[in-house]
């Protein structure tokens, strides 16, 4: 019995299969650079420091248009604080957002998430941030 037939299935299967999923990312950071990137990612911000969030993927996001989510993190529940959608131009491998934690005042001490979801609502991404003193 020769494995060749069932080798080449295999091979054959595996090349014209479903593409790899993308690699999502969030970045944070205080300053993006002329390539709007992040130079320095952080999770961690003090209390009145610019933030700066990113998201990139290593191919071309497959919608139209993303929204991206910021919810205040308590023990006891998740409160969202706003949201922004971005419309996406066919090509777009990220988008960035400042976040005005400095105009939150002393609401803006804490930890939350950052989503980003596509536009039938699908959660791609999330990632914490926290604010200290």
Do not use: W
């Amino acid at each position: 019995m020769s494995f060749r037939p069932l080798f080449l299935l295999v091979l054959i299967s595996l090349l014209t299969g479903c593409a790899a999923d993308p690699t999502l990312t969030i970045e944070f950071c205080e300053s993006l650079n002329t390539n709007d990137q992040c130079p320095t990612d952080r999770d961690q911000f003090n209390l009145g420091d610019r933030v700066y969030v990113r998201f990139s993927s290593d191919i071309p996001f497959e919608t139209t248009k993303i929204t991206g989510r910021i919810f205040r993190l308590d023990s006891e529940k998740k409160q969202e604080l706003g949201e922004k959608e971005f419309e996406l131009e066919p090509g777009t491998t990220y988008v960035t957002q400042n976040i005005p934690f400095h105009e939150f005042g002393m609401g803006a001490l804490g930890t939350f998430s950052i989503e980003f979801s596509d536009e039938s609502g699908h959660v791609m991404a999330k990632r914490e941030v926290t604010i200290t003193h």
